[in-house]
């Protein structure tokens, strides 16, 4: 609308009455903090890390009340168990020696194969009796056993047993069985000890048995001579399995948790505390001690982090019976803290010049006011924001040394040496490298997650805007 | 620029010295005596062995020695190899390493561009999410973890074809390299994929770009020309530190892929407490990263005409 056509009426004089009721404010003012809070709840990946993060905290610190396995209890009948229900195991009557089967009369003709290899008597893990039909020509024979089935290329597997007997035709395996799937191949040797070309095979699943005296010794059963055969007695209980010692792998992670997180948490905290105190020194003397102290943290920042964490884990040494734990906390103090003062430095330096801080101190306001009433909760978000990124890379550093055999000592868990024991037994068993590498990642993501919704929660800029 | 490089050249030998007397003393801070073992009871050997080593001087000459040996480039003999000078291991080991990290950074590099440029293209379409997971992924699981999982993967894909496509372990030939070498980038990678996402982000909405799409360029001259270019740079400047990381990341690769390489060398240096090659590594290492730091800084200035080497 142009000058021309504007019509001024009455009206368009009268006092706007309006006005004030428009710049009410929609809603109560709320601090820094409420208002980030606010804006952090809104983020959904920060709070589910949020959750995370408590559920972690809560299965490091009430877990081992709950689950009262002992983490460095080893029990060498069930090693590197995977995951499974809880299981029930029959009570059957003490083994009794099998004298086996021999033929009278060999054939002559017919395939050089052993021919309708079944069992004897019910598969259990106490014994698994094969007999099979002799194959003609043979001077003995082969039977081996395996864990999946050989047919494709004709893997037989775990070698049990050569007979050189061609009138015996049975054997009895009680090599180390459990309650999972077997291919059992029975193959003809001819007089040379040559193979056969074909072979007979079987599946045999065992059932899970153990004998009453068994039971008792293995503290299974409190007394063998009120069981009676036929009764299921309870096995000890690990829903993550057990690692190469036979140590229950929930109870160690519950543990190893303690010490990843206890690292991960305190370190970061305590090298905060001491960048802190250099970086606002510094800061605040500013001249010629800011450049002194400056130029040695960047002589510390130029170390290569991880070498110098070998080498002062090294230095400090462990004694017989500690854990580690107290020398990576230190090394890692010593090396980290640069990084920190350098960051605390520079917001006091950006502060400092800030126009506020100079009406303030106008105003009469002594340093000790300045500090605690704009200094820190102007940094106060920064430095959580790095504290929640530290953490992570704690965790690593920690998984780490673990893993090259530098880290927490032997019979302390933490997930970092839990993933080291169980990278060895890793094709066999995956369960005993994937729950701990599960857990670090877990938690490395949570803390990840949290600190870039931390960052936008705290960013002044962001405030009140979506 | 000469007096540039000059004085970051002279701040460098002066952090040099500083990693080497940080190791000199972290290593004699160590309880006991590096020379013990059952072959060395006897006193006459000790003595001896303590006079090779130089290890029966005071502690200030052997410090002398040490960072005069250090100046001419030599630094010293192993305590658990015999007759073997660190200088050797390390000329035999380190190219290893050094050919397994270049290639490392070069697929970390070159994927962290393409895929933070794509992300960025893609911002929040399918592209963006899948490429964000792996780049979580990358993060968040522990370089060992991934190192084993997919040397799991090469056995299961070597044996479903019942030949060996790709080798599990050892080093040699391309094939040997490929998988480590996308093992030890991956982190970084993530790390920079994740950077140039959030740079191209913000070049995009820049004043330059819209003069650039006012002036009537192609979304591809906008792109290769004005927004590549710039927002490269911040992915520049994280290099150094980076190659730093794969440093030692190489560590776990070289052990888990059983390369031969400096970094598994290290390892094994440091569970036998063999301190002249732990020392020496080290140095060397630090050295290292400290030339590439300034050698990133001075790449920096010819890639940015903004920034003036002073």
Known sequence: MSAAEFQPTREDFSRAEGARERHALPRPSLSYWQDA??????????????????????????????????PAAQDLDQISQAPRLPTRARIVDPFVAWPGVTVATLPTDGPAVPRRLRLADAATTQSVRLIW?????????????????????????????EIFDPRRVSFEDRFDLHATRYWYSVVAVDAGGAESKGYAVLVVEPALVISAADAQQRGWLADAALARVGDGVALPYHPFGTDYLGRDMLSRLMHGARISLFIGVLAPLLFMLVGIVYGSAAGFAGGRVDQALMRFADFVVALPFLLFMILFKIAFGIGPGESGIFPMLVALVLLSWPSEARLVRGQILQIRNEGYIGASRLLGAKTGYLVLRHMIPNTIGVILVTLTFEVPRVI????????????????????????????????????????????????VLAFNLLGDGLRDALDVRMRGRE | MLVYILKRLVQGAITVWFIATATFVAMHAVPGDPLRGDKLANEEI?????????LDRPLLEQYELYIGGMLRGDFGLSYTQENRRVNDIIRENFPVSATLGILALAVATLGGILWGALTALYRN??????????????????SFVIAALSQLGLVTLNSMFGRSLLPVAGWGTLWHMLVPSLVLGLSTMAYLTRLMRASMLEITSSDFVRTARAKGLTPTQIFLKHQLRNAILPVVTVLGPQIALITTGGFVVELVFAIPGLGRYFVDAVQQLDYTVIMGTTVFYGAFLVLMVIFVDILYGFIDPRVTLE
């Open chain 1, 37 to 70: 809070w606010q804006r952090l709840r809104r983020n959904a990946r920060a709070m589910a890390s949020l959750w995370s993060i408590v559920a972690l905290a809560l299965f490091a610190v009430a877990g081992p009340w709950v689950w009262r396995a002992d």
């Open chain 1, 133 to 161: 039909e002799p194959a003609a020509g043979a001077a003995g024979y082969h039977v081996y056993r395996n864990v999946y089935d050989p047919s494709p290329d004709a893997a037989l597997g775990l070698p049990l047993v």
């Open chain 1, 396 to 443: 690593f550093t920690e998984a780490f040394l673990s893993f090259i055999g530098m880290g927490v000592a032997p019979p302390t868990p933490s997930w970092g040496s839990m993933s080291n024991e169980g990278i060895k037994t890793m094709l066999a068993h995956p369960h005993e490298l994937l729950f701990p590498a599960l857990f670090i990642s877990v938690t």
């Open chain 2, 46 to 54: 000790r003595a001896n062995l303590k006079a090779r080593y130089g």
């Open chain 2, 125 to 142: 379409r399918l592209p963006d999410v899948v490429i964000m997971f792996f780049v979580i992924v990358g993060i968040s699981v522990p």
